[in-house]
C-alpha cells in the first residue's frame, strides 16, 4: 500500500502523518522493528529500496516514511522510483511519501504540482519528478493538503479546540485566523497558549471557553494580517501607539521595505471599502466584491468612517514619495513611516 501526503499546508499533513504512524504502534507494532523513517532529500535510491525490501528480522507488516524526497539532488532517483514502484508486487507493507515541498497551482483549470524552494518560490517540477507526482498521486490513498480559506480554518479552528477538550466562540475562532493568516503551526501554537490560558483560570473543564477578547489580549498575529491594530490607532489619531506598533514590528526582525509594503495595501483596502460605502454598497457585498474576509471588512469598515475620501488617497500618495525618497537615496523607510504617522 502507498499513501502519498503532499500539499502546502505541512501542519496538516503532518497531523495525518502522525496520526498513520501512531496507528500502526498501537494496533500492529507496538515495538515499532518494522518502523523505517527515511530522509528522503538526501537518501539514495539504493536506500530507499533497502529500507522497502523484505527482512524476516522485522515486524512481518512493515511501515516505510519516505520524507520530502522530491528536493532530492538526484535527478535520476525520479525515474527509478517511478519504475521501482509500478514492477514492484504488492505486500502487507505500508508506504508513505510525505511531502512538505509541493503546492497545486491551478493553470487553465488544470491543477499542477508546483515546488517551492527554500524561500517559499515556485518552480515547476522537471519531467520525471512530474511523472513521479502523478503516479503518487493516483493513488487510492493520496491526500492533497491545500491552504485552507479563511472560513475553512476558522471551522478547523473549532474542531480542533473540542478535540482538545474546549470551545471557541465563532467569532473568536475567525479573529483567531484573520490576525494569524492560514500558517497551520502559527495557529496550532496560539491555540495551544489560549487553551492553557483559560485552563488555568477555570474551574472546571467545562469552563474552558475561548472569548473574542482572549484572541485580542493574547494573540500577536502576522504583520500583513494584523496592520488594522496599527491603521486602528491612526484611525483615532493615537499616534503615539501607532509609533509604539510599528517599533515592535521593526524589532521583531520585519524589514522597513516590507512595512511599507504593508502599509500601502492596507490603506489602498481601506480606499477600496470607503469607495464601495460610498457608491452604496453593504459590508456584505463589500467583503465579496473585494475579496475580504468578513472580519477584515467589518474591521476596515470601523476604521474608514475616520477617514475621508481624500485624506486617504493623501496618505497613499505619501507612501509612493517615501517610497521614491528611499530608492533615490533622500531618506529612509523608518523615518518617512514616523513622519507620516506624525503628520495625521
Given at each position: 500500500?502507498?499513501?502519498?501526503?503532499?500539499?502546502?499546508?505541512?501542519?496538516?499533513?503532518?497531523?495525518?502523518?502522525?496520526?498513520?504512524?501512531?496507528?500502526?504502534?498501537?494496533?500492529?507494532?507496538?515495538?515499532?522493528?518494522?518502523?523505517?523513517?527515511?530522509?528522503?532529500?538526501?537518501?539514495?535510491?539504493?536506500?530507499?529500496?533497502?529500507?522497502?525490501?523484505?527482512?524476516?528480522?522485522?515486524?512481518?507488516?512493515?511501515?516505510?516514511?519516505?520524507?520530502?524526497?522530491?528536493?532530492?539532488?538526484?535527478?535520476?532517483?525520479?525515474?527509478?522510483?517511478?519504475?521501482?514502484?509500478?514492477?514492484?508486487?504488492?505486500?502487507?507493507?505500508?508506504?508513505?511519501?510525505?511531502?512538505?515541498?509541493?503546492?497545486?497551482?491551478?493553470?487553465?483549470?488544470?491543477?499542477?504540482?508546483?515546488?517551492?524552494?527554500?524561500?517559499?518560490?515556485?518552480?515547476?517540477?522537471?519531467?520525471?519528478?512530474?511523472?513521479?507526482?502523478?503516479?503518487?498521486?493516483?493513488?487510492?490513498?493520496?491526500?492533497?493538503?491545500?491552504?485552507?480559506?479563511?472560513?475553512?480554518?476558522?471551522?478547523?479552528?473549532?474542531?480542533?479546540?473540542?478535540?482538545?477538550?474546549?470551545?471557541?466562540?465563532?467569532?473568536?475562532?475567525?479573529?483567531?485566523v484573520s490576525l494569524v493568516g492560514p500558517d497551520g503551526w502559527q495557529i496550532n501554537n496560539e491555540l495551544d497558549k489560549l487553551l492553557s490560558y483559560k485552563a488555568a483560570g477555570a474551574l472546571t473543564q467545562?469552563?474552558?471557553?475561548?472569548?473574542?477578547?482572549?484572541?485580542?489580549?493574547?494573540?500577536?498575529?502576522?504583520?500583513?494580517?494584523?496592520?488594522?491594530?496599527?491603521?486602528?490607532?491612526?484611525?483615532?489619531?493615537?499616534?503615539?501607539?501607532?509609533?509604539?506598533?510599528?517599533?515592535?514590528?521593526?524589532?521583531?526582525?520585519?524589514?522597513?521595505?516590507?512595512?511599507?509594503?504593508?502599509?500601502?495595501?492596507?490603506?489602498?483596502?481601506?480606499?477600496?471599502?470607503?469607495?464601495?460605502?460610498?457608491?452604496?454598497?453593504?459590508?456584505?457585498?463589500?467583503?465579496?466584491?473585494?475579496?475580504?474576509?468578513?472580519?477584515?471588512?467589518?474591521?476596515?469598515?470601523?476604521?474608514?468612517?475616520?477617514?475621508?475620501?481624500?485624506?486617504?488617497?493623501?496618505?497613499?500618495?505619501?507612501?509612493?514619495?517615501?517610497?521614491?525618497?528611499?530608492?533615490?537615496?533622500?531618506?529612509?523607510?523608518?523615518?518617512?513611516?514616523?513622519?507620516?504617522?506624525?503628520?495625521?
Amino acid at each position: 500500500m502507498i499513501i502519498f501526503l503532499y500539499g502546502q499546508d505541512n501542519f496538516r499533513s503532518r497531523l495525518k502523518l502522525n496520526e498513520l504512524k501512531n496507528k500502526y504502534l498501537r494496533e500492529i507494532d507496538k515495538l515499532g522493528s518494522g518502523l523505517k523513517i527515511i530522509n528522503g532529500a538526501k537518501a539514495s535510491f539504493s536506500e530507499i529500496t533497502a529500507a522497502i525490501s523484505p527482512s524476516s528480522l522485522l515486524s512481518k507488516k512493515r511501515l516505510i516514511i519516505i520524507e520530502d524526497v522530491f528536493i532530492n539532488k538526484d535527478k535520476l532517483i525520479f525515474e527509478n522510483l517511478s519504475e521501482y514502484f509500478k514492477n514492484k508486487k504488492q505486500d502487507d507493507n505500508i508506504i508513505i511519501v510525505w511531502e512538505s515541498n509541493i503546492k497545486t497551482k491551478k493553470f487553465k483549470n488544470v491543477l499542477a504540482p508546483m515546488l517551492l524552494d527554500s524561500s517559499g518560490k515556485e518552480k515547476p517540477l522537471l519531467k520525471k519528478q512530474t511523472e513521479f507526482f502523478k503516479f503518487l498521486s493516483s493513488q487510492k490513498y493520496s491526500y492533497n493538503f491545500n491552504l485552507l480559506s479563511n472560513t475553512e480554518s476558522a471551522d478547523w479552528v473549532k474542531r480542533q479546540t473540542a478535540l482538545r477538550g474546549g470551545k471557541i466562540r465563532a467569532k473568536a475562532a475567525e479573529m483567531l485566523v484573520s490576525l494569524v493568516g492560514p500558517d497551520g503551526w502559527q495557529i496550532n501554537n496560539e491555540l495551544d497558549k489560549l487553551l492553557s490560558y483559560k485552563a488555568a483560570g477555570a474551574l472546571t473543564q467545562a469552563e474552558v471557553h475561548i472569548e473574542i477578547e482572549d484572541v485580542q489580549n493574547l494573540v500577536r498575529g502576522n504583520f500583513s494580517e494584523n496592520i488594522f491594530a496599527l491603521t486602528d490607532a491612526l484611525s483615532v489619531k493615537n499616534k503615539s501607539l501607532a509609533i509604539k506598533l510599528l517599533d515592535e514590528q521593526i524589532e521583531a526582525g520585519l524589514s522597513d521595505g516590507y512595512l511599507l509594503n504593508m502599509f500601502v495595501r492596507q490603506f489602498r483596502i481601506l480606499l477600496q471599502i470607503k469607495q464601495a460605502l460610498e457608491s452604496g454598497l453593504n459590508q456584505r457585498q463589500i467583503a465579496g466584491k473585494l475579496k475580504l474576509h468578513p472580519f477584515v471588512a467589518q474591521k476596515g469598515l470601523e476604521q474608514t468612517r475616520h477617514f475621508t475620501l481624500p485624506i486617504l488617497k493623501n496618505i497613499l500618495s505619501q507612501l509612493v514619495k517615501i517610497d521614491y525618497q528611499v530608492k533615490s537615496g533622500q531618506s529612509d523607510y523608518l523615518t518617512g513611516l514616523n513622519m507620516l504617522i506624525a503628520s495625521l
